[in-house]
């Protein structure tokens, strides 16, 4: 690695630690930042006795002033760990490492069918702009991204609950099945919320390529190699679409970065039990270990895979370091 | 985790895209035909239900669809019938002594845990001892069932003897809800001065190893946000339950959760809102049952004494008024599509004998709401708006978000029959925990607040959040009345039915005359399963509650 080169990823990488430091602390606030706690939201809980609520927040600390809460916060981060979840007084750790193991097969299957398919139709409705295919592959891309997530979900659901399994990851009562069978019916179930992540994430994928090829196509050297009588298919494989598809990295790396995250949305009309449905159950019940937890995680995801998409961009394009 | 699941998700991501491109055909189906465990005559039961299991810790938990698993796979010593009345389960009968300071019960003779252990008299005194021992740490959770409770003894094996610092009229009702546990697996984390490791024990099932437990059911597999698995309890001491394995299945989507119900991917769903409720009774491969619930929505008004505003809302003249402009008949058709009661005591009609038969619903009467305020001297402004002490009589409405739906529609009810009697309301909505902070007395945060009980059927819990010492508690609506106090402290220490049912009567007729909170619907309890299956036990809060364990264990297929 040249000077350059290593100043860059210094830079970045520098730039990554402040960004996830201000989100630790930023996380801490906002979540606090409405009134009421975990405390509160027990009040209309009958077995929950004002006795029980005060013994609550004795146990986690939240008669503690903020600042307290927050020193005490950073400290236990600083040691790896992330705090205990109030609703269920287990490690936040041991909590988010069930939840993204649901979450990251369902969500990658989704992302990477996405960046496929949204290639797939972004090339093609470039390379026939202004036919028939086009108008029909940009509109339906159009269609799909401007859908409500949980309207779509529930569309699904009503078109193919009768065929594909519309909740949860396994079928129930199918303990101790052999690990193939778990696998099979762990696929069947991923089915219908994959295809929604799938549906609303082609929207972008098919329009970013099909900008990014029109550009491409544009270029003077995609003039010569028509010039020079390739064939077309050879002249958008080799000179069009391997070029544009530099802008499309840094969406990759965002989509990555988001799958640690989850669909909320998606989680939760599917009950597909991982961090999206966490963090949805997490805000509900302001449960912020949980919370802080999850989000510093998204962060830390999104933050690295970021990182990783700008020096892959230096070595596709060295002239961003300048 | 089951491994088999761990080593498959490695294969998850490349296999999946094939299953999608090849469009994989379905090997679902109903829930019955999934089942793979059981000989041909065992039969499993696939509940959907919209809360999850919190824990299965009983030190932990706090969604009620929690403490419904408890009352399928702990003992308690008695439970409710589907009418609501106190019967045997691990105490077959029980007594009181005559000062009201000793209970005394036999219990089961020869009762066993799921591990095949005795279950006795010991593991429910040691309980109870523990949870008191603890009641300000680790078990404060379980503390609030021993109220007035100092110790328990087992003399021997079948005799528990429960004794009291003073008597409590509601003790059968409250230690109904504690679960027994098993000494023998609960007494390593009964350490330490505050019990904390009480709580850190997941009490996790794993392959082979269910929950050692004493109720119909054990717990054999666990997933807070996906489905937990009930296995019949061989060595349960009562009648065995017909269905072999209970799955409870957690939907965060309602609308997916009736969708799933049609579809056959579940049997049943345990409470369905009135609206979904419609749209499943044009099945007719779908039962819907409703019935009167514990469940009541109120309009409260905040009558801390030192507001320093509105005080016009803290006068009994104006909750009357505001009483009579309200059209439960209307609130009732529309806004719960007559899925619901009009309501008129805190003490709904489903806990029986409680509810004060002589309190009758108010008549909706805009003529009589307008005579009470204009005799108050409210005069009408020009605007249409009641002044009173010199200022619009305009108020804001908060509703607890729990609420929205129906609760969105009862106000504008509410709004267009108010703008009648010269009084304008706006409506804002909060989260429940913002509402939760603005309802603590004493409290200026708010004037007049709409939100909602699912009380427990003995009437102490909801007469005494209207009791001065509640202030900081369970109060919402800032009402202090000694009298009202002293009947409750009356209550509380009757030791003759009859006696106490006399004085919470007395205590109802308080609260028809001050109006602290007006409670103007009693919601149904809607419950719907296949017609594939027969068998449940309805009660005031549907079949799966910790109420009772007679809502599944007769259910079984058609």
């Given at each position: ?42 009040s209309h809980i009958p077995n ?275 | ?47 959907g239900i919209h809360l ?11 969604q009620v669809s929690?403490l419904a ?11 409710y019938?589907t009418a609501l ?166 939907f965060?989507?309602p609308d997916?959760e009736l969708?799933?119900l ?6 049943a769903v345990w409470t369905v809102v009135p609206s979904g409720a419609n749209s499943l009774k044009?099945?007719?491969?779908l039962v819907v049952h409703s019935q009167p619930g514990l469940n009541v929505h109120d309009f409260i ?22 009483d009579?402009?309200i059209n439960r008949s209307e609130i009732v058709k529309y806004a719960f599509d007559g899925y619901a009661q009009p309501a008129s005591s805190p003490i709904l009609s489903a806990t029986g004998?409680w509810h004060d038969?002589?309190i009758k619903t108010p008549?909706y ?32 409405v908060y509703m607890a978000d729990d609420e929205l739906g129906p609760g969105t529609e009862v106000f504008q009810i509410m709004k267009?029959d ?9 409506l804002?909505a909060l989260?429940d925990?913002?509402a939760a902070?603005?309802t ?8 007049l607040m709409m939100w909602g009980w699912t009380p427990p059927p003995d009437p102490?819990f909801m007469l005494?959040t ?8 369970w109060?919402e609506t ?30 109802e007729?308080?609260l028809a005359?001050?109006i602290?909170e007006i409670m103007y619907a009693d919601q149904d309890w809607i419950d719907a399963w ?6 449940f036990g309805e009660t005031a809060q549907g079949f799966f509650t910790p109420l009772t364990?007679?809502g ?7």
């Amino acid at each position: 690695m040249n000077r350059s080169a290593a100043d860059y990823a210094l830079r970045r990488g520098a730039l990554a630690l402040v960004t996830i430091f201000l989100v630790v602390s930023f996380n801490f606030v906002l979540f606090r930042l409405l009134p009421g706690s975990f405390v509160t939201n027990l009040s209309h809980i009958p077995n929950a006795t004002p006795a029980f609520r005060r013994a609550i927040a004795a146990e986690f600390g939240l008669e503690r002033s903020k600042w307290e809460q927050y020193i005490i916060y950073l400290q236990q981060l600083l040691h790896g760990n992330l705090g205990v979840s109030y609703a269920n007084d287990r490690p936040v750790l041991s909590n988010l490492t069930t939840d993204i193991a649901n979450t990251v097969p369902m969500v990658s299957l989704g992302t990477l069918a996405a960046i496929v398919l949204g290639t797939l139709t972004g090339v093609a409705s470039a390379w026939r702009r202004r036919t028939v295919v086009d108008h029909g592959l940009t509109g339906t891309a159009l269609a799909f991204y401007s859908f409500p997530t949980q309207w779509l979900g529930l569309m699904l659901i009503l078109l193919l609950g009768s065929v594909l399994p519309t909740s949860g990851m396994h079928t129930p009562f199918l303990i101790g099945a052999p690990w193939w069978k778990s696998a099979l019916d762990e696929l069947h179930h991923m089915i219908l919320p994959s295809l929604t992540v799938m549906l609303t994430l082609l929207g972008q994928y098919t329009l970013v390529v099909r900008s990014a090829t029109l550009e491409a196509m544009s270029e003077d050297y995609v003039l010569t190699a028509r010039a020079k009588g390739l064939r077309g298919s050879r002249v958008l494989w080799r000179h069009v679409v391997r070029n544009a598809l530099l802008p499309v990295t840094t969406l990759v790396a965002l989509s990555i970065g988001f799958i640690v995250g989850g669909a909320i949305l998606v989680e939760t009309v599917f009950s597909w039990p991982g961090i999206g449905l966490a963090v949805y159950q997490a805000v509900s019940e302001r449960d912020y270990p949980m919370l802080q937890g999850a989000f510093l995680l998204l962060t830390i995801s999104v933050v690295v895979c970021n990182y990783l998409a700008d020096l892959l961009y230096f070595r596709l394009d060295p002239r961003v370091a300048r | 985790m089951n491994s088999a699941l761990s080593r498959s998700r490695a294969l998850l991501l490349a296999a999946g895209t094939l299953v999608l491109a090849l469009g994989l055909g379905s090997f679902g189906g109903s829930a019955a035909a999934n089942s793979t465990g059981g000989g041909a005559s065992d039969q499993n039961l696939l509940l959907g239900i919209h809360l999850d299991i919190d824990s299965l810790n009983p030190f932990v938990a706090v969604q009620v669809s929690s403490l419904a698993v408890y009352e399928y796979t702990y003992p308690a010593l008695v439970q409710y019938n589907t009418a609501l009345q106190i019967v045997p389960y691990f105490a077959t009968s029980w007594q009181q002594s005559t000062n009201g300071l000793t209970w005394t019960f036999t219990t089961r003779s020869h009762a066993k845990w799921s591990d095949g252990t005795p279950l006795t008299a010991a593991d429910a005194a040691w309980t109870i001892n523990t949870v008191l021992k603890y009641a300000t740490g680790g078990a404060a959770e379980l503390a609030g069932y021993l109220a007035g409770v100092k110790s328990a003894s087992a003399p021997n094996a079948d005799t528990l003897v429960v004794h009291m610092a003073q008597p409590e009229a509601a003790f059968l009702a409250d230690i109904r809800e504690m679960p027994i546990l098993p000494k023998e697996v609960w007494s390593r984390y009964a350490t330490g001065t505050k019990g904390a490791t009480l709580k850190t024990f997941a009490n996790d099932p794993s392959p082979g190893h269910p929950v050692v437990g004493g109720g119909p059911f054990m717990v054999t597999s666990y997933d807070k946000l996906g489905v937990t698995i009930l296995e019949r309890n061989p060595n349960y001491f009562g009648s065995k339950p017909d269905v072999a394995e209970l799955g409870i299945e957690y939907f965060s989507s309602p609308d997916a959760e009736l969708e799933a119900l049609k579809d056959g991917q579940i049997d049943a769903v345990w409470t369905v809102v009135p609206s979904g409720a419609n749209s499943l009774k044009a099945d007719k491969s779908l039962v819907v049952h409703s019935q009167p619930g514990l469940n009541v929505h109120d309009f409260i008004f905040n009558d801390y004494s030192k507001q320093k505003t509105d005080l016009a809302l803290t006068l009994p003249v104006v909750h009357q008024a505001f009483d009579y402009a309200i059209n439960r008949s209307e609130i009732v058709k529309y806004a719960f599509d007559g899925y619901a009661q009009p309501a008129s005591s805190p003490i709904l009609s489903a806990t029986g004998k409680w509810h004060d038969p002589a309190i009758k619903t108010p008549p909706y009467d805009l003529a009589k709401a307008n005579q009470l305020l204009n005799e108050a001297g409210f005069k009408m402004g020009a605007n249409g708006v009641r002044i009173a002490d010199g200022q619009p009589m305009s108020y804001t409405v908060y509703m607890a978000d729990d609420e929205l739906g129906p609760g969105t529609e009862v106000f504008q009810i509410m709004k267009g029959d108010f703008q009648k009697i010269g009084v304008q309301l706006t409506l804002e909505a909060l989260t429940d925990s913002t509402a939760a902070t603005y309802t603590v007395q004493p409290s200026t945060k708010f004037h007049l607040m709409m939100w909602g009980w699912t009380p427990p059927p003995d009437p102490s819990f909801m007469l005494n959040t209207y009791t001065c010492t509640q202030f900081g508690g369970w109060s919402e609506t800032g009402f202090c009345n000694a009298t009202y106090d002293k009947l409750f402290d009356e209550q509380s220490a009757a030791t003759t039915p009859t006696k106490r049912l006399q004085i919470v009567y007395q205590m109802e007729q308080v609260l028809a005359k001050d109006i602290p909170e007006i409670m103007y619907a009693d919601q149904d309890w809607i419950d719907a399963w296949s017609t594939k299956w027969t068998g449940f036990g309805e009660t005031a809060q549907g079949f799966f509650t910790p109420l009772t364990t007679m809502g599944l264990v007769h259910v079984h297929e058609t």
